[in-house]
């Protein structure tokens, strides 16, 4: 492919919106041609706000628009599988938010579709593997600055909404290992070497969101994850952080430890009054990986221009679901599971 | 009790030496009468710079010593609870490092015997509680300062010894659990309100030292532990950081969250130069621990010159080891462990 | 003016090639439609990389460049006042990076200048205003978070080139306080409401560059402003870290004190390993100001399509240099200099 | 001397009680025989609280205590001189608290009267030579760490008193600068390896305690110091702060820049809950340096006892208040100060 690429949307809700402004505006050698939600004020967002040339009410519209080169899905974790299949047999490039679904059997129904179409890249929005500091992690491990590593522990923690308004969507959400815990999954696996997970075990509570039981689900979790060759990850997800949204992440390795993102910092301000020291944490994950996202439309970008593969495979994807099924599983029926 | 205690110590290696500077030093309000060690080397070091009157070869000889009210024994842990039991028989205060005992019978053996002499104070050495940051911790939480707290996650790290000296002492110890995560054991009950375990699981590996695999012990271990009424602990121990010891909990509330010992600096200074911006961590847990050490013994002796009971309790020594046994299960059979 | 800005640049060196990228690609409403720049290989990575349409040898065919709305001026201190009067007289908007100049009469003339076309925006880029950690301070005094504030501490320090290539180029840059500390005096203004200068003192050391000593300049100083109302100012300047670049100022109020920049980390990666714990602080300024540059051009282009009037004035320019040039008085005569 | 040393106080003011604390109970190899105060009541605290077994109401019957060897002096500023002559006449070793005195000449009368007494030890107490972290930056400076210190950047801050209560004793503290800022002064002169000093310039601002006007003082001051040589130091000094002591040195040297003190923390406690990230600061100088007035007993002690000459001289504590005085001029006359 020479010169600029053909991009449509899928998706315009809070986080679709933000990848077609970035899509939009800041991603040299991308056109966003095209993009498509079922709401017609989204629709008009997008033309009004981006310029975007053409909406349309539907994917299968969207798939349909003329020179499209490649579609971005911010859509409902439930369609992913049957979009990105679409977009595949459309002979579209495929750039799909995560996780890639919250089933395996469809995991590897995409993967065996994407073999049949050996030249359209397919990658999952695994973002924290773009974001600066993970990057600059990883080249430390990969160069063998802390040894061999061999345990990661890692955290995402979203501040707590008062309002309970995530609870309507967690049945739909996977729990909190499926729909959280991914990330820290994918990121154990990429800085660990990819090692194959062996067994899991988690727990979990309701501290705050009672609603939560109707489905199972829980709005803190601890997990532990085994992989051969003795590695090992242990995992905290939560809803309820007073204080603002966290990632964080320890490897430890046989000559040192690296930890990305300890002081969830906010920026460089550091306020000292009556209430002590004090620095501001951010509010969300966004503002923490805001420049993540925008690397990694960039990096899927270059890989359409370059004819490269992106770094991240579907194999990553479908693995982080398949550990994250266990994860539940092991919380729900309250035992370990093998893999 | 009015006046000056007479305390007795038991076991001047590395930690009993310390135990017994600070006895003879810096404790207002109690005297170094005697002194008790199989090794004549160590006797005459307590001799010569402590000036302690009177030294015996064992601790029948302590116990018999002439107006002696309490002693510290800082012994090998299988002995401890005989120990215990015929100091109490003898008369005399306790003060015993951690653990109690490897062995749950032995320690229930101990409760019973302190329960026939009302009047004679014992505690075990959980040092941790007497750190004025932990006690910081303790009283904000207790005070409603983060809400209900609910999670504990803990960590003891101590610096790589590539010697692997220790790997000796490794079948006597217990296992990584019960030699060192009996410690964040402690703190998570006490911090959490002394809820009642239910289940655990732990998972261990071999980083470095494969010495270990002899006795079914592991250089890293992590552990999960759940509590009655919804709270939960994650535990994390290693022998083999490359930076030096840390200690450091995080306790989660639905208000907020404490830290202690996040960042293990050994003072106050700050280097930066080629090799970036740095502080030096400390290289064992004394450093760490040292004031904590102090705090501790003053408050034992307080304790027994104004007949008050100490905080902490052999029952709270009790739950330590059960559940550091059932961590061990957990990581001998791998499995979930019900308590 | 409606719709898009079409911007033309002159000065396509290293600090010029970033600000034309931000204007080739990451501003929304802005076109980078000409650039100019003696050297034929910058025009022509113009052309190439950025695909800019059109290039100029001088600046003159640059404002002649048929609908070009304003003029981006990153050429060296010495040609700005003449460059910005000519853009005024050719009807441009002008956006010129700092210092106006190192002439206080060269400075007013650009001032009078400017008001006689009032339709005409001119900001001098004093880019830290815009950096989102010195705007949360700033609104935070300005909202009164910290009382009345009185006196700033401020630092700008760069990684030492051991090459000594600055050095060449000192006797053009008007000595260490008129070329790095204007930042810091310009902030100072800000963070304190623009308080009247009274008096400066400066003095500075070699501690390494000793080709310096020949233009009268130093490659470390150390300054105090006083200003009227009580106000004071302590600038440090240095070409010689060793760790990297840093720059952190702390406003001090009479209920409490903010420091911005405290850490000068390079993002959140930690290490610990056998130096300690460790992070890695930013090279140079950019990696500090990046975001900061592209918010100051936004901030710019916005106010040309909206009519706004830039935050940061010409007057604010010219303080900036007058007490520059008192400060280097005060170094150079070795006195108190008033104001 | 051999063995014990007995050691005699006057002044058992709110530091007084320190000291005597600290040589009643925790320094080995001294014995607090005598106390001296002009107030009943606190010598009835001696005698209750600690066991002192003489107490006089004026130092002439301190220094006739049979068996004296050593006294301790902390008493009002401007007796220093004085009591130190007439102890040393008396034959006695002396440590006194800083300054030396707030009058040159007074320093140089003292220094005469010790030089006729070469087998008498003198040390006045500037504590933060003797603080970890301090002694750590210095031994790193010392071994070459950042190659050639140059530069000295050191504050002082002490909590707002609200009521001001300090203001009363302004017109015998000497000012701002001979009062708290004598021991950054200090601190530069030995981590730059006693420089001579060469000229000075302060400024000031009363913040918040106008009634200092009366005297000619200040809540905040800032000054420069030049040492012969290049060498130059930066110091600041506060009574506003909102939030809690601080003491922080920076040392800058040709390879790298060293820190202490830079976070100010009480303990190792964070909390993070709706204000933010917090650590709480140190209240005051006590709680910081609480351990150092110790070690800096014990050093003193130890000297004695091995008949070592204290690392701190005579000399260095008339240099403070020579430099100390110059600052008190340079912001009472507007000027700056040759020396």
Chains 1, 2, 3, 4 share one sequence.
Request: aromatic share 6%.
């Amino acid at each position: 492919m020479s010169g600029i690429v053909n991009v449509g949307i899928a998706g315009l809700g809070r986080l679709g919106k933000r990848h077609a402004e970035n899509l939009a505006q800041r991603i040299p050698g991308a056109k966003l041609v095209a993009a498509c939600s079922p709401a017609a004020e989204e629709r008009e967002w997008a033309t009004k706000a981006l310029g975007v040339p053409a909406t349309y009410a539907d994917t299968a519209g969207l798939l349909a628009h003329p020179g499209l080169d490649a579609v971005f899905l911010v859509t409902p974790n439930t369609v992913h599988p049957g979009q990105i299949i679409a977009a595949l047999k459309a002979g579209k490039h495929v750039f799909c938010e995560k996780p890639l679904s919250l089933d395996l059997d469809e995991c590897l129904a995409v993967e065996a579709e994407a073999k049949r179409h050996p030249t359209l890249k397919v990658m999952i929005g695994y973002v924290r593997r773009f974001d600066a500091s993970y990057v600059d992690a990883q080249e430390r491990i990969a160069a063998g600055g802390i040894g061999r590593p061999f345990i990661v522990r890692s955290e995402t923690c979203d501040m707590n909404d008062p309002s309970g308004f995530f609870v309507r969507f967690a049945p739909k959400s996977g729990g909190i290992f499926l729909d959280m815990s991914v990330h820290d999954i994918d990121l154990a696996r990429w800085l660990l070497g990819s090692p194959k997970p062996r067994r899991v075990f988690s727990v979990g509570t309701i501290a705050v969101h009672q609603g939560l039981a109707d489905c199972g689900d829980v709005d803190n979790g601890l997990a532990i994850v085994e992989f051969d060759g003795g590695a090992m990850a242990t995992i905290y997800a939560s809803r309820t952080m007073a204080h603002g949204h966290e990632t964080a992440t320890e490897i430890i390795g046989t000559q040192g430890r690296i930890v990305v993102g300890r002081d969830g910092r906010m920026n460089e301000v550091e306020v000292a009054d009556a209430h002590g020291i004090r620095i501001r944490t951010t509010p969300t994950f966004w503002e923490r990986f805001e420049n993540a996202f925008l690397r990694e439309t960039m990096h899927f970008v270059d890989c359409l221009r370059h004819d490269r593969t992106p770094g991240l495979t579907l194999h990553d994807a479908t693995e982080a679901t398949r550990i994250g099924i266990a994860l539940r599983t092991s919380l729900v029926e309250r035992r370990a599971v093998d893999l």
